[in-house]
């Protein structure tokens, strides 16, 4: 851990310009009710995930499919990695066509122990700034987990999610799952390779993107209530979900903003958020 730590305070900076075909492409696959995306279009809230992609070569890429450790994320010695959750600020619009700056910080570095066994989690701060000045603020919370113990659950109990006034039932395929993978250009294999997800994580079948139930959430929270601006987000993963189960994306608004769940077959609760208006 204190080799870690040195990792502490690393930054990286990159432009690139909004093109509005990437946004078209995730508008179809998340069968948005944004209009088409075009040149001047506001980019929605999270969109933002499918642009400045990690090109590392093939030759670069860890076992696990993402760029092998030791760059600018540093070299955990545990062999699982998850999105835990995040934190978002909206400043200020991003509009397709702009040029976008976004600088990339490690923020901390903490060692845990829970029921699983040791936990690393990594906090990487991004900024997003456009024509208008800061945009985004987004803290970003990567955990590293150890090997599963043979006969250990995938998935334990889970506290039940509450009944919502907003409600959208989808059954997440691995055709969202490999779309969702191409426009973010995330390798990591336990999006897509079963062999690999099932024989060496653990897992009874494909993972479901964070990002991805975190955008639904979003999504959801822009549906019900098309006439609010959003200002902040979070979100926590609390257990896992798996490609072909029937989820429910739920909401309870109030004065404020809303609260936001994802919830598996059985009703418990996977991811948990809130956003603020």
């Given amino acids: 851990m204190h080799r870690l730590k040195d990792w502490i305070g690393r930054s990286e900076t990159r432009e690139e310009q909004l093109e509005p075909s990437r946004a078209e492409a995730l508008r179809v696959t998340l069968e948005s009710e944004d209009a088409p995306a075009e040149v001047g279009t506001a980019l929605p809230e999270l969109w933002h995930w499918a642009y400045f992609w990690d090109y590392a070569p093939l030759s670069e890429l860890g076992h696990d499919g993402h760029a092998a450790r030791g760059g600018f994320l540093p070299p955990v010695p545990l062999p699982r990695r998850m999105w835990a959750g995040s934190r978002f600020q909206w400043l200020a619009p991003l509009r397709l066509g702009d040029l976008v700056r976004k600088t990339s910080t490690i923020?901390?570095?903490?060692?845990?122990?829970?029921?699983?066994?040791?936990?690393?989690?990594?906090?990487?701060?991004?900024?997003?700034?456009?024509?208008?000045?800061?945009?985004?603020?987004?803290?970003?919370?990567?955990?590293?987990?150890?090997?599963?113990?043979?006969?250990?659950?995938?998935?334990?109990?889970?506290?039940?999610?509450?009944?919502?006034?907003?409600?959208?039932?989808?059954?997440?395929?691995?055709?969202?799952?490999?779309?969702?993978?191409?426009?973010?250009?995330n390798g990591h294999r336990i999006h897509y390779d079963q062999p690999y997800v099932t024989g060496e994580e653990g897992y009874p079948g494909l993972v479901v993107h964070g990002p991805l139930l975190a955008t639904l959430m979003v999504d959801l929270a822009r549906r019900s209530v098309p006439e609010k601006r959003l200002l902040s987000f979070q979100f926590q993963a609390i257990r896992p979900v798996f490609c072909g189960e029937k989820i429910l994306v739920g909401g309870e608004p109030d004065d404020r903003g809303a609260d936001l769940w994802v919830a598996d077959p059985e009703g418990a609760l996977c991811m948990r958020g809130r956003v603020n208006w």
């Fill in 107 to 185: 923020k901390s570095i903490e060692e845990k122990q829970g029921r699983s066994g040791q936990l690393v989690f990594v906090t990487v701060q991004h900024e997003l700034a456009g024509p208008a000045g800061l945009a985004i603020r987004e803290e970003h919370d990567i955990v590293y987990r150890e090997a599963p113990m043979s006969g250990a659950p995938a998935r334990s109990s889970g506290e039940a999610a509450p009944e919502g006034a907003w409600k959208r039932h989808l059954t997440p395929d691995p055709i969202l799952l490999f779309r969702y993978s191409a426009l973010t250009f």
